[in-house]
């Protein structure tokens, strides 16, 4: 069984930090290039990071500098360390496997955790 399981999330002031965890399993983690993406209410998915197999990370310009995705292969295990948090990073952050760097497709999604910034 295929499963991405987020944790981490929860309630932080402005300008404060939380660190998500994707627990994965049932897939070759090391294989897929892992992603975090969010959804705010009412609002569509907003892509956050992507970290390569290699551990290469790239981020939208809104998190540029504040958030940090790594992964841990042996632990099949992906994280962002999100610093500086704003309101508007409120939202349900996911964690997004893909496989074929050309389609882009993403194979597996997580359960999301939830994340709010506010006072």
């Known amino acids: 069984e295929v499963q991405l399981v987020e944790s981490g999330g929860g309630l932080v002031q402005p300008g404060g930090s939380l660190r998500l965890s994707c627990a994965a399993s049932g897939f070759i983690f090391s294989a897929y290039g892992m992603n975090w993406v969010r959804q705010a209410p009412g609002k569509g998915l907003e892509w956050v990071s992507t970290i390569a197999r290699t551990g290469f990370a790239t981020y939208a310009d809104f998190v540029k500098g504040r958030f940090t995705a790594s992964r841990d292969n042996t632990k099949n295990t992906l994280y962002l360390e999100m610093n500086k948090l704003k309101p508007e990073d409120s939202a349900v952050y996911y964690c997004?496997?893909?496989?074929?760097?050309?389609?882009?497709?993403?194979?597996?999604w997580g359960q999301g955790t939830q994340v709010t910034v506010s006072s």
């Open positions: 997004a496997a893909v496989l074929d760097n050309i389609t882009l497709k993403v194979d597996y």
